[in-house]
């Protein structure tokens, strides 16, 4: 079974950067993205990668967040610029094998494995 585990999650003024990680246990075969979620409210997609290299990103986060991989270290990256108070939120890494269409990338039933989350909070 696929293991994946975040890190970098912190506290950040409004306008601030932060890098997050995603170490997998394997090579992932499928896809893999970035979700968040805050108290309240459903799990919502916010970018993922397809082996092959396709993106997707949620439409309102375009411009400000990045996703990148290292296959080699089995890693996923999340770079996020210009940060806001609305981006508070639990990052979740997670993982899928197989075939992921475009339109499953940010789909949190999509995907079937996932990890404990990381806290990103943004003060204004």
């Known amino acids: 079974q696929v293991q994946v585990a975040e890190s970098g999650g912190d506290s950040v003024q409004a306008g601030g950067s932060l890098k997050l990680s995603c170490t997998a246990s394997?090579?992932?075969?499928?896809?893999w993205g970035w979700f968040r979620q805050v108290p309240g409210k459903e799990r919502e997609g916010v970018a993922a990668?397809?082996?092959?290299?396709?993106?997707r990103y949620a439409d309102s986060l375009k411009g400000r967040f990045t996703i990148s991989e290292d296959n080699a270290k089995n890693t996923l990256y999340l770079e996020m610029h210009s940060l806001k108070p609305e981006d508070t939120a639990v990052y979740y890494c997670?993982?899928?094998?197989?075939?992921?269409?475009?339109?499953?990338?940010?789909?949190?039933?999509?995907?079937?494995?996932w990890g404990q989350g990381t806290q990103v909070t943004v003060s204004s």
């Open positions: 997670a993982a899928a094998r197989g075939i992921c269409s475009y339109w499953s990338l940010l789909t949190p039933g999509y995907f079937d494995y």
């Open positions: 990668i397809a082996t092959g290299g396709s993106t």
């Open positions: 394997e090579y992932i075969d499928g896809c």
